[in-house]
């Protein structure tokens, strides 16, 4: 909807790339209205009711919904298989908008706010004692990516952590002690999409997995011969 030549969205924001899940809705119609519901631990979550609740906290009905933006990590593979799954039968259903975010990205306009500022290394599980890492420069007044996302060595993110700068992210401090445990956010990854409009087809939203796929063929089964 566009009031006084400006666009004005209804934005659901799906953020389940972390132990800490979460949905938040935001109606943006001149004064931004939020809402955030978060569950940590587990790996179960109950979407559906989550966003119940968020709707419910700005009176915001589901069809009036415009846009989902999803996190789309990177971190864990099946809660943002979730999310993206959840998005793309609510736009066959209802034809909303979709747009998807880096979770990393999440992570460093979350730090921002929490006033962690200067050079910061995002870390983020990439299993096999290997992790996902980028790297930003966060002033008062903006972010900028310095190192595009990589999957590094434990060795590279402590050499990181021993000459230059912060490590921050959702479980880092399991590892990296000294490190600022921040979780993407719902109510931040609203805020992002409320900037943007690079919106996404349902079936070209994928997961950020910097990993080459690959498919080990099965043997030929073997016929069962009775005497």
Excluded at 24 to 45: C, H, M, P, Y
Excluded at 60 to 71: K, L, P, S, T, Y
């Amino acid at each position: 909807m566009r009031r006084n030549g400006r666009l004005f969205m209804t934005i659901l924001a799906l953020e389940f790339s972390s132990p800490q899940r979460s949905v938040a809705a935001l109606r943006d119609d001149g004064a931004a209205v939020s809402a955030e519901v978060i569950e940590a631990g587990g790996r179960g979550v109950n979407a559906f009711g989550m966003i119940d609740q968020a709707l419910a906290g700005t009176k915001i009905e589901r069809e009036r919904i415009d846009v989902i933006a999803v996190g789309l990590g990177p971190g864990s593979y099946t809660g943002i298989r979730a999310a993206i799954s959840i998005s793309q039968g609510w736009q066959l259903a209802r034809g909303v908008k979709l747009l998807g975010v880096s979770s990393a990205e999440a992570i460093v306009a979350q730090a921002q706010k929490e006033k962690i500022l200067g050079h910061v290394n995002v870390v983020i599980d990439a299993q096999r004692d290997e992790f996902y890492l980028a790297t930003y420069e966060i002033t008062p007044d903006g972010r900028q990516e310095t190192g595009p996302l990589k999957i590094v060595s434990h060795a590279e993110v402590q050499s990181r952590a021993s000459a230059d700068g912060i490590l921050i992210g959702p479980e880092v401090t399991k590892w990296f002690p000294n490190g600022r445990i921040i979780f993407p956010r719902a109510a931040i990854l609203a805020e992002l999409a409320a900037c943007r409009n690079n919106f996404t087809p349902g079936e070209k939203l994928e997961p950020i997995y910097l990993r080459e796929t690959n498919f080990v063929k099965a043997a030929p089964s073997r016929g069962l011969y009775l005497k």
